[in-house]
Protein backbone atom coordinates (compact mmCIF):
# COMPACT_ATOMS: atom_id res chain seq x y z
CA UNK A 1 0.00 0.00 0.00
CA UNK A 2 3.20 2.29 0.35
CA UNK A 3 3.84 1.77 -2.80
CA UNK A 4 0.27 3.34 -4.00
CA UNK A 5 0.34 5.86 -1.82
CA UNK A 6 3.80 6.88 -3.06
CA UNK A 7 2.20 6.97 -6.42
CA UNK A 8 -0.33 8.98 -5.60
CA UNK A 9 1.54 11.52 -4.12
CA UNK A 10 3.77 11.42 -6.91
CA UNK A 11 0.56 12.27 -9.56
CA UNK A 12 -1.02 14.62 -7.51
CA UNK A 13 1.97 16.73 -7.89
CA UNK A 14 2.78 16.22 -11.56
CA UNK A 15 -1.04 17.01 -12.24
CA UNK A 16 -0.40 20.00 -10.03
CA UNK A 17 2.29 21.39 -12.27
CA UNK A 18 1.05 20.39 -14.89
CA UNK A 19 -2.30 22.51 -13.64
CA UNK A 20 0.18 25.58 -12.93
CA UNK A 21 1.82 25.54 -16.26
CA UNK A 22 -1.18 24.85 -18.38
CA UNK A 23 -2.95 28.07 -16.18
CA UNK A 24 -0.12 30.09 -17.22
CA UNK A 25 -0.40 29.04 -21.06
CA UNK A 26 -4.32 30.44 -21.11
CA UNK A 27 -3.56 33.89 -18.73
CA UNK A 28 -0.27 35.35 -20.55
CA UNK A 29 0.60 33.73 -23.94
CA UNK A 30 -2.68 32.01 -25.21
CA UNK A 31 -3.78 33.93 -28.24
CA UNK A 32 -7.93 33.99 -29.92
CA UNK A 33 -6.94 30.90 -31.95
CA UNK A 34 -5.73 28.97 -29.16
CA UNK A 35 -8.32 30.04 -26.50
CA UNK A 36 -11.43 29.16 -29.79
CA UNK A 37 -9.52 25.50 -29.77
CA UNK A 38 -10.49 25.35 -26.26
CA UNK A 39 -7.70 22.20 -26.61
CA UNK A 40 -5.75 24.37 -23.69
CA UNK A 41 -8.71 25.40 -21.60
CA UNK A 42 -9.92 20.76 -21.77
CA UNK A 43 -5.91 20.10 -20.43
CA UNK A 44 -6.08 22.73 -17.79
CA UNK A 45 -9.65 21.15 -16.47
CA UNK A 46 -8.86 17.57 -16.47
CA UNK A 47 -5.44 18.24 -14.88
CA UNK A 48 -6.82 20.54 -11.59
CA UNK A 49 -9.53 17.91 -11.16
CA UNK A 50 -7.05 14.98 -11.53
CA UNK A 51 -5.01 16.88 -8.63
CA UNK A 52 -7.79 17.53 -6.86
CA UNK A 53 -8.70 13.76 -6.63
CA UNK A 54 -5.91 12.84 -5.68
CA UNK A 55 -5.15 15.33 -2.81
CA UNK A 56 -8.66 14.17 -1.31
CA UNK A 57 -7.34 10.84 -1.55
CA UNK A 58 -3.91 11.53 0.09
CA UNK A 59 -6.35 12.94 3.12
CA UNK A 60 -8.43 10.02 3.43
CA UNK A 61 -5.14 8.14 3.66
CA UNK A 62 -4.72 9.84 6.84
CA UNK A 63 -8.14 9.64 7.90
CA UNK A 64 -8.31 5.80 7.39
CA UNK A 65 -5.12 5.16 9.22
CA UNK A 66 -6.76 7.44 12.15
CA UNK A 67 -9.92 5.47 12.31
CA UNK A 68 -8.52 2.50 11.89
CA UNK A 69 -9.55 1.86 8.24
CA UNK A 70 -13.61 2.09 9.28
CA UNK A 71 -15.49 0.36 6.51
CA UNK A 72 -18.40 3.35 7.07
CA UNK A 73 -15.88 5.66 6.36
CA UNK A 74 -13.79 4.13 3.66
CA UNK A 75 -17.64 3.14 1.42
CA UNK A 76 -18.74 6.67 1.84
CA UNK A 77 -15.89 7.86 0.57
CA UNK A 78 -15.51 5.94 -1.96
CA UNK A 79 -19.16 6.88 -3.16
CA UNK A 80 -18.39 10.62 -2.99
CA UNK A 81 -14.94 10.27 -4.91
CA UNK A 82 -16.89 8.25 -7.69
CA UNK A 83 -19.82 11.41 -7.58
CA UNK A 84 -16.71 13.92 -7.89
CA UNK A 85 -15.65 12.10 -10.82
CA UNK A 86 -18.68 12.18 -12.60
CA UNK A 87 -19.53 15.33 -11.77
CA UNK A 88 -15.92 16.65 -12.84
CA UNK A 89 -16.63 14.73 -16.08
CA UNK A 90 -19.99 16.76 -16.68
CA UNK A 91 -17.88 19.78 -16.00
CA UNK A 92 -15.14 19.54 -18.14
CA UNK A 93 -17.81 18.47 -21.12
CA UNK A 94 -19.45 21.49 -20.54
CA UNK A 95 -16.48 24.29 -20.09
CA UNK A 96 -15.97 27.00 -22.44
CA UNK A 97 -13.74 29.46 -23.22
CA UNK A 98 -13.84 33.35 -24.83
CA UNK A 99 -11.06 36.03 -25.23
CA UNK A 100 -11.40 39.36 -23.55
CA UNK A 101 -9.54 42.51 -23.45
CA UNK A 102 -9.43 44.18 -20.27
CA UNK A 103 -6.81 47.05 -21.02
CA UNK A 104 -5.21 48.00 -23.99
CA UNK A 105 -2.23 45.67 -23.16
CA UNK A 106 -4.26 43.00 -21.20
CA UNK A 107 -5.91 39.86 -22.64
CA UNK A 108 -6.35 36.25 -21.52
CA UNK A 109 -8.15 33.27 -22.14
CA UNK A 110 -10.98 32.95 -19.62
CA UNK A 111 -12.86 29.75 -18.99
CA UNK A 112 -16.81 29.56 -18.29
CA UNK A 113 -18.80 27.07 -17.14
CA UNK A 114 -22.12 28.70 -17.00
CA UNK A 115 -22.86 26.85 -14.03
CA UNK A 116 -22.10 23.80 -14.82
CA UNK A 117 -18.98 23.26 -12.54
CA UNK A 118 -21.16 24.32 -9.13
CA UNK A 119 -22.89 20.72 -8.29
CA UNK A 120 -18.70 19.11 -8.18
CA UNK A 121 -16.96 22.21 -6.33
CA UNK A 122 -19.70 21.87 -4.11
CA UNK A 123 -19.17 18.03 -3.66
CA UNK A 124 -15.65 18.20 -3.67
CA UNK A 125 -15.69 21.04 -1.05
CA UNK A 126 -18.03 18.45 0.98
CA UNK A 127 -15.76 15.93 0.59
CA UNK A 128 -13.01 17.59 2.06
CA UNK A 129 -14.57 19.13 4.60
CA UNK A 130 -16.06 16.17 6.08
CA UNK A 131 -12.55 14.09 5.74
CA UNK A 132 -11.17 17.30 8.16
CA UNK A 133 -13.65 17.23 10.60
CA UNK A 134 -12.96 12.77 11.11
CA UNK A 135 -9.40 13.56 10.85
CA UNK A 136 -10.13 16.05 13.85
CA UNK A 137 -12.79 13.73 15.50
CA UNK A 138 -10.30 11.12 15.36
CA UNK A 139 -7.46 12.48 17.23
CA UNK A 140 -9.87 13.93 19.49
CA UNK A 141 -10.82 10.57 20.51
CA UNK A 142 -7.15 9.91 22.15
CA UNK A 143 -7.67 11.04 25.44
CA UNK A 144 -4.28 11.67 26.18
CA UNK A 145 -3.03 12.68 22.47
CA UNK A 146 -1.92 15.85 22.88
CA UNK A 147 1.34 13.98 24.78
CA UNK A 148 2.50 12.71 21.21
CA UNK A 149 4.50 14.30 18.58
CA UNK A 150 2.65 12.55 15.78
CA UNK A 151 -0.54 13.87 17.40
CA UNK A 152 0.03 17.18 17.57
CA UNK A 153 1.72 17.40 13.48
CA UNK A 154 -1.09 15.96 12.26
CA UNK A 155 -3.92 18.02 14.54
CA UNK A 156 -2.16 21.40 13.65
CA UNK A 157 -2.11 20.01 9.41
CA UNK A 158 -5.76 19.59 10.13
CA UNK A 159 -6.69 23.03 11.72
CA UNK A 160 -4.54 24.74 8.67
CA UNK A 161 -6.33 22.53 6.09
CA UNK A 162 -9.72 23.64 7.60
CA UNK A 163 -9.24 27.04 7.68
CA UNK A 164 -7.43 27.32 4.22
CA UNK A 165 -10.38 24.91 2.64
CA UNK A 166 -13.63 27.40 4.15
CA UNK A 167 -11.42 30.49 3.31
CA UNK A 168 -11.13 29.41 -0.74
CA UNK A 169 -13.80 27.46 -0.57
CA UNK A 170 -17.11 29.34 0.26
CA UNK A 171 -16.08 32.17 -2.13
CA UNK A 172 -15.42 29.69 -4.78
CA UNK A 173 -18.76 28.49 -4.11
CA UNK A 174 -20.46 31.65 -3.76
CA UNK A 175 -18.73 33.17 -7.17
CA UNK A 176 -19.80 30.34 -8.75
CA UNK A 177 -23.54 30.62 -7.94
CA UNK A 178 -23.85 34.08 -8.94
CA UNK A 179 -22.17 33.21 -12.22
CA UNK A 180 -19.63 36.03 -12.45
CA UNK A 181 -18.37 37.29 -15.39
CA UNK A 182 -14.89 35.37 -16.91
CA UNK A 183 -12.34 37.71 -15.11
CA UNK A 184 -13.77 37.10 -11.51
CA UNK A 185 -14.72 33.70 -11.57
CA UNK A 186 -10.96 33.13 -12.79
CA UNK A 187 -10.01 35.21 -9.46
CA UNK A 188 -11.84 33.10 -7.20
CA UNK A 189 -10.74 29.71 -8.65
CA UNK A 190 -6.82 29.63 -8.94
CA UNK A 191 -6.57 29.45 -5.67
CA UNK A 192 -8.98 26.68 -4.86
CA UNK A 193 -7.09 24.98 -7.54
CA UNK A 194 -3.83 25.36 -6.59
CA UNK A 195 -4.32 25.07 -3.13
CA UNK A 196 -5.28 21.46 -2.47
CA UNK A 197 -3.00 19.71 -4.42
CA UNK A 198 0.10 21.76 -2.75
CA UNK A 199 -1.10 21.49 0.57
CA UNK A 200 -2.34 17.93 0.04
CA UNK A 201 1.67 17.25 -0.98
CA UNK A 202 3.44 19.60 1.86
CA UNK A 203 1.52 17.64 4.93
CA UNK A 204 2.56 14.21 2.98
CA UNK A 205 6.01 15.14 3.02
CA UNK A 206 6.35 16.30 6.63
CA UNK A 207 5.14 13.04 7.76
CA UNK A 208 8.59 11.74 6.02
CA UNK A 209 10.50 13.49 8.48
CA UNK A 210 8.91 12.09 11.01
CA UNK A 211 10.93 9.49 13.90
CA UNK A 212 10.47 8.51 17.10
CA UNK A 213 8.01 11.05 17.75
CA UNK A 214 10.60 13.81 16.61
CA UNK A 215 10.43 15.80 13.39
CA UNK A 216 11.71 18.96 12.04
CA UNK A 217 8.56 20.60 11.31
CA UNK A 218 8.23 24.43 9.97
CA UNK A 219 11.84 24.52 12.06
CA UNK A 220 9.87 23.75 14.96
CA UNK A 221 11.33 20.35 16.75
CA UNK A 222 8.33 18.40 18.40
CA UNK A 223 9.43 16.55 22.50
CA UNK A 224 9.06 12.90 22.01
CA UNK A 225 6.20 11.06 23.89
CA UNK A 226 6.87 11.19 27.92
CA UNK A 227 7.93 7.77 29.21
CA UNK A 228 4.75 5.96 29.93
CA UNK A 229 4.37 4.86 34.33
CA UNK A 230 3.56 1.42 34.73
CA UNK A 231 -0.15 0.85 35.55
CA UNK A 232 -0.93 -1.60 38.86
CA UNK A 233 -2.25 -5.30 38.12
CA UNK A 234 -5.83 -4.33 38.94
CA UNK A 235 -8.57 -6.79 36.76
CA UNK A 236 -11.35 -5.23 37.98
CA UNK A 237 -10.96 -1.34 36.56
CA UNK A 238 -9.17 0.57 34.20
CA UNK A 239 -6.51 3.14 35.92
CA UNK A 240 -5.49 6.43 34.49
CA UNK A 241 -2.68 4.81 33.26
CA UNK A 242 -4.06 1.79 31.16
CA UNK A 243 -5.84 4.27 29.72
CA UNK A 244 -2.81 6.40 28.65
CA UNK A 245 -1.20 3.41 27.92
CA UNK A 246 -3.96 2.66 25.15
CA UNK A 247 -3.59 5.76 24.09
CA UNK A 248 0.14 5.57 23.22
CA UNK A 249 -0.06 2.20 21.58
CA UNK A 250 -2.59 3.97 19.52
CA UNK A 251 -0.72 6.84 18.40
CA UNK A 252 2.25 3.87 18.08
CA UNK A 253 0.44 2.04 15.75
CA UNK A 254 -0.82 5.07 13.62
CA UNK A 255 2.74 6.57 13.72
CA UNK A 256 4.14 3.32 12.35
CA UNK A 257 1.46 2.98 9.52
CA UNK A 258 1.39 6.81 8.83
CA UNK A 259 5.45 6.77 8.45
CA UNK A 260 5.25 3.99 6.68
CA UNK A 261 2.77 4.98 3.74
CA UNK A 262 4.87 8.26 3.48
CA UNK A 263 8.34 6.68 2.41
Not at 16 to 22: A, E, Q, R, S
Not at 38 to 48: G, H, L, R, T
Not at 118 to 124: A, C, F, K, Q
Request: glycine letters at 8%; one cysteine or more.
Amino acid sequence: MATAVKLLYMACRIFGLVTILDLAVLDISVGKLQCSDQADVKIFSIASRLAAVSATTLLFVRVGVVWRWDKRITAVFVLMQAINIALGIYSTVNLQAFYEYIGIETSGCWVVSNGADLPEISTVFATNLGLLCLLLTGLKRWKYGGTFGLWHVLWNQGIIYLIFALIVGIPLIVSTSQHLNGVISTFFTIPSTLFIPIAATRFYRSLTGFEGGQQAYESINLPPPPKMVPAQANPTFQTSSNIRRGDENDANDVGIELRSLSR
